[in-house]
């Protein structure tokens, strides 16, 4: 792909949506999944950091409700950094562009980050959208530990952040380990150049059923929490000490999974003052 377009120089000349379209076009989407939003006093409007969280089943449900929320409390707009394939998608990728949203290449990250900018990125990336069943409210980042050594290269401030809710608005039919074992998918896999497309089965988003027997997301709240900042400044010059990145990454890792449970056992207790609409609609 051409990255050209994503210049230095075209990364600080991008223009935040206003505020008030955002809340617009969210209007619905916050009144159907009631969002709660903590930690945000660990946000620093003053001191750009690097937000790095789990990503859940589609990718797209709950992350622009975080988003938002940041820009509207603090105004700060997020720099996203995604996964290639959605910027040869016409349409679609463009219109992640105008959102913010940039190939997570090191390059246009170390841009970003001598611009100042506030950045977030979800390392599991698409194998983690395409959850399998059983990874529900799990992080899948293999051996990924690009974000850690990019911090540390540029002394960030690395905020984690835990999304709790949207992995369980659906429930998964048919996951990529059945698409893996079934007869398309070895051949298709078998196939040199479709295997590339497909990463040997990560890109294969499940087949779900959310609201009865459609894939209308069921309105579980979302729940988001900031955890507190973890520095890199004191790291730099170690980038390349396989060692200290993998430390970070471990660091920012665990902060993430002891959010995410503590937002699970709350956000559990906390369901029997729902609605009973919305209790209904959870079934």
Known sequence: MNYSRFCAEQLAQ??????????????????????????????DPKRPALFVGNHTIFGGIDAPLFVHELYRRKGIFLRSLGDHFHFGIPVWGSTLER???????????????????FIMVFPGGAREVAKRQGEQNRLCWKQRAGFARMAIENGYDILPFASVGCDDAYDILYDGNDFRR???????????????????????????????????????????????PIATRHLQGSEDNKDTVWQVREQVAGSINTMIADLQVRREQAMSDLPLWRRWLLK
């Not at 949506?17 to 946000?43: I, K, N």
């Not at 959102?99 to 900018?117: E, F, N, S, W």
């Open 182 to 228: 079934s007869w398309l998918g070895k051949q298709l896999l078998s196939n040199k150049r479709m295997n590339h497309l497909l990463r040997d089965g990560d890109l294969f988003m499940p087949l779900v059923r959310g609201v009865g027997p459609t894939s209308l997301p069921k309105p579980q709240p979302f729940w988001f929490k900031v955890g507190e």
């Open 99 to 117: 959102y913010g949203a940039v190939p997570g290449t090191p390059d246009i990250c170390r841009h970003l980050m001598q611009q100042k900018q």
């Open 14 to 43: 991008f223009t935040p949506p206003p505020l008030d379209q955002m809340s617009r076009v969210l209007a619905l989407h916050r009144r159907y999944f009631a969002p709660r939003f903590e930690g945000f006093e660990h946000v």
